[in-house]
């Protein structure tokens, strides 16, 4: 059972965020502090306790904590950014991280973000994008001592835009990745074309959390049987952010 969430606010910086969204110079920043301080309660009110770090004005995406680690067991693998302009937001994060995990720096060339990597129970499933390199993949089983599954597809920034895992053997996927051959075992609910953000959902024990503004997805998840807690985050979006990007888990 989860216990904690490492999670930061947006800082004041937050809308020269790394994002090609068409609507971000749109971007709401008050809005965004309020759709953050809900996503925060409702961790909560799911029983996980918040640790929660100041803004951080320097790093305009460094409410996406998600991509500073990835934790496995007792460890946590402190990733190295593809993007200069990120690279620094890990520090704050291993400093907290230390006080619950071994932790270890993974080293360059390699790259690898959190925002990729996919966790079952015993083991990983990591994309090999735009953001996370074959090195990222090797250094950070290495350090877990887990293994990690690979889907290649560096026309994409982040795995989990496309493909979660919701628990009870089933996958939530746009239709990009419904017939990738390491899916073929489980259950699937395929996302409509036009819903595909709400791809990225969170799972809090046997609670999923899903993007309140994509209903049909909300429905079909309601209707596998799962226990829905529908959230805006149309702030968040505009900075090429989800659900799973604004916390650390563990």
């Not at 004005?57 to 680690?69: G, K, L, W």
Request: aromatic letters at 8%; charged letters at 25%.
């Amino acid at each position: 059972m989860s216990k904690h969430a490492i999670v930061r606010p947006p800082g004041a910086s937050f809308k020269r965020c790394i994002s090609a969204h068409p609507l971000h110079h749109q971007l709401d920043y008050n809005l965004a502090l309020e759709q953050h301080a809900k996503y925060c309660e409702v961790l909560t009110e799911l029983g996980i306790e918040i640790i929660e770090l100041p803004p951080d004005d320097e790093y305009p995406d460094s409410c996406f904590v998600e991509d500073t680690v990835v934790v496995h067991g007792k460890k946590a693998a402190i990733t190295r950014f593809a993007k200069e302009s990120r690279q620094g937001e890990e520090t704050s994060i291993e400093n907290v991280l230390k006080d619950y995990r071994h932790t270890q720096r993974i080293e360059a060339p390699a790259t690898i973000e959190g925002g990729d990597v996919i966790h079952l129970d015993e083991l990983l499933i990591s994309g090999l994008t735009q953001r996370t390199n074959i090195d990222g993949i090797n250094q950070t089983a290495s350090w877990l001592g887990v293994q990690i599954e690979i889907i290649k597809d560096p026309s994409i920034i982040h795995l989990k835009s496309y493909v979660t895992y919701v628990g009870a053997n089933t996958f939530v996927t746009t239709k990009r990745f419904v017939d990738h051959p390491l899916f073929a075992d489980y259950s699937k609910i395929i996302i409509p074309d036009h819903e595909a953000y709400a791809a990225n959902t969170l799972t809090c024990d046997s609670v999923v959390l899903v993007s309140a503004r994509h209903l049909e997805s909300t429905c079909l998840l309601k209707d596998a049987g799962f226990d829905v807690v529908p959230l805006d985050l149309s702030e968040f979006e505009k900075c090429e952010g989800a659900l799973t990007c604004l916390s650390i888990i563990f």
